[in-house]
C-alpha cells in the first residue's frame, strides 16, 4: 500500500523561506511522477511542481523562479519543495503525490495527507 508522509510546512513572513519534504513508501517500483500541489481555500487543487522519473522538473508560472523541487541523492522516493519569496498568495495546504505506471497500462494517483504553510506578517 502506498504511504506519503509529508513534513515541513508551517508559519512564516513574506519573503521567508520554507522547505517540505515528502517520503513515499509501499511502491512496488519507480514513480513515473512525484510532485507537489496546493489548495487554498475556496480554489481548486493546483499542481505546484513535479519530477518525472528522468528528473525532468516542471513548475506553474505563479512559482517559477521561487520554488525549487528535487529528489533525494540516496532515496529517489524522497523528494522536496524549497519554497523562496514566499507570498501571501502561496496560502495553502500542500500535498504529495505520486503518479505510478500500473501493470494494466493505466496510471493511479496517490495523495499524502497534506501540510499547511501559512504566509503572513
Known amino acids: 500500500q502506498v504511504h506519503l508522509v509529508e513534513s515541513g510546512g508551517g508559519l512564516v513572513q513574506p519573503g521567508g523561506s520554507l522547505r517540505l519534504s515528502c517520503a513515499a513508501s509501499?511502491?512496488?517500483?519507480?514513480?513515473?511522477?512525484m510532485g507537489w500541489s496546493r489548495q487554498a481555500p475556496g480554489k481548486q487543487r493546483e499542481l505546484v511542481a513535479s519530477i518525472t522519473r528522468s528528473g525532468e522538473t516542471n513548475y506553474v508560472d505563479s512559482v517559477k523562479g521561487r520554488f525549487t523541487i528535487s529528489r533525494d541523492s540516496e532515496k529517489d522516493t524522497i523528494i522536496y519543495l524549497q519554497m523562496d519569496s514566499l507570498e501571501p498568495e502561496d496560502t495553502a495546504i500542500y500535498y504529495c503525490?505520486?503518479?505510478?505506471?500500473?501493470?494494466?497500462?493505466?496510471?493511479?494517483?496517490?495523495w499524502g495527507q497534506g501540510t499547511q504553510v501559512t504566509v503572513s506578517p
Open positions: 509501499g511502491l512496488i517500483s519507480r514513480p513515473r511522477r
Open positions: 503525490n505520486v503518479r505510478m505506471l500500473q501493470a494494466t497500462g493505466l496510471e493511479a494517483d496517490y
